[in-house]
């Protein structure tokens, strides 16, 4: 009779709180994975397996991506020039031709072929130096993507010089975030959250407060990450950010940081210190982390100029400094809406350029 009233009770308590609407815990996980902090949040769906799948995956997508021993990228590097062709995972080579595509778009602006001058400034090790002139023209005359070639039909590519190397870091990330998507979509998760790093994120459906997720662009001259210019609110869309903040070393009052513009070898210098870029639909994971890295490495008149006509759906945001003012300016293409229209607390020190 007790054990009746017990299962009683706990079957009013579950009615009373369906009727009053409260939301299940959410699923979240953190690791440090593909070199920074992740989290995967599920409200609702298959929860954890959704969240568990998706870490497993993001570990597998980390090592693909890598540059260890056995991987596919250093395979490449060690036969680049000899002319033999390299089999590539299918998540790899994916990425390549995503790269490719983009890279021809772009006129090279984005270009994972930068590896050997990412290699060259080891911005982010305890390597990182301003390397000589000589060091330099050395490196740079191994970027090119058109020296990356690609064989769809056997998934398999080659460098055709020697000295050549592939750097994913500007795409690794939002790639993944599009496996996330797929992975949540087959165990029914509507509601979460997926932040690698703050760098990259995806916002599925609403926050428990049943609200939009409120995604903070980071303030990029403050030491606390947590710190925000604007604040994002967010509904089943994709957003990733790239600045001068995430990586770098300062020598003499000189901030080198870790995105490059491949023509010169050198931390592109265009006067902007974050760019950050939201987009909706299929692949808007990859499409933003491409975009966010090409807009920095462009500049605001150029990147703007280029986000117009390059086809993609996408609202992006340029940081640009004066004195202590930030100053936003906004790009819009496709069906996106404007920035302007997106972003709400921004912070006292920052202030819209006019258009
Ligand atoms: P992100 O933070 O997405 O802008 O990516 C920056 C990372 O991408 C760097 O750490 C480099 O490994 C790599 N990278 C730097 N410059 C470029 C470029 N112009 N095109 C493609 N990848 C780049
Ligand atoms: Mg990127």
């Given at each position: 009779m007790k054990r009746l009233f017990g299962m009683l009770f706990a079957v009013m308590v579950a009615c009373l709180c369906a009727a009053c609407g409260a939301p299940p815990e959410p699923y979240t996980k953190t690791a440090v994975i593909m070199d920074t902090v992740v989290t995967i949040e599920a409200e609702d769906g298959e929860r954890e397996q959704a969240v568990d799948e998706g870490m497993a995956y993001l570990q597998k997508i980390d090592a693909l991506a890598s540059q260890n021993a056995g991987s596919d990228l250093e395979l490449l590097r060690l036969s680049a020039g000899n002319g033999q062709w390299v089999a590539i995972s299918p998540e790899v080579f994916e990425m390549l031709e995503m790269s490719q595509e983009w890279a021809e778009k772009t006129d090279g602006a984005f270009d994972v072929t930068v590896g050997p001058v990412v290699w060259l400034w080891g911005i982010g090790t305890e390597y990182a130096k301003v390397p000589s002139e000589a060091e330099l023209a050395e490196a740079r005359s191994h970027v090119g993507w058109q020296k990356l070639e690609l064989d769809k039909s056997a998934t398999s590519a080659r460098l055709t010089e020697a000295g050549m190397r592939i750097h994913l870091g500007a795409i690794a990330k939002g790639y993944a975030i599009d496996g996330l998507c797929a992975i949540f979509k087959k165990h029914g998760v509507k509601n979460g959250l997926v932040s690698l790093g703050g760098s990259s994120m995806y916002a599925f459906g609403k926050s428990p407060k049943r609200k939009p997720w409120r995604i903070g662009i980071r303030h990029p001259r403050s030491d606390d990450a947590k710190e925000y210019l604007a604040v994002a609110p967010l509904t089943d869309a994709a957003l990733s950010s790239s600045g001068d903040y995430e990586r770098y070393f300062e020598q003499d009052g000189v901030r080198y940081h870790h995105i490059f513009d491949p023509v010169t070898g050198r931390p592109a210098d265009t006067g902007v210190l974050g760019v950050t870029v939201i987009a909706t639909g299929g692949h808007a994971g990859t499409l933003t982390d491409i975009l966010t890295t090409t807009l920095f490495v462009m500049g605001e008149e150029k990147g703007k100029a280029f986000l117009k006509t390059c086809g993609a759906d996408a609202s992006a945001l340029f940081i640009m400094q004066e004195g202590d003012t930030f100053h936003f300016c906004a790009a819009t293409s496709g069906d996106a809406p404007a920035m302007q229209d997106v972003l709400?607390?921004?912070?006292?020190?920052a202030q819209w350029e006019a258009e």
């Open positions: 709400t607390d921004v912070a006292e020190s």
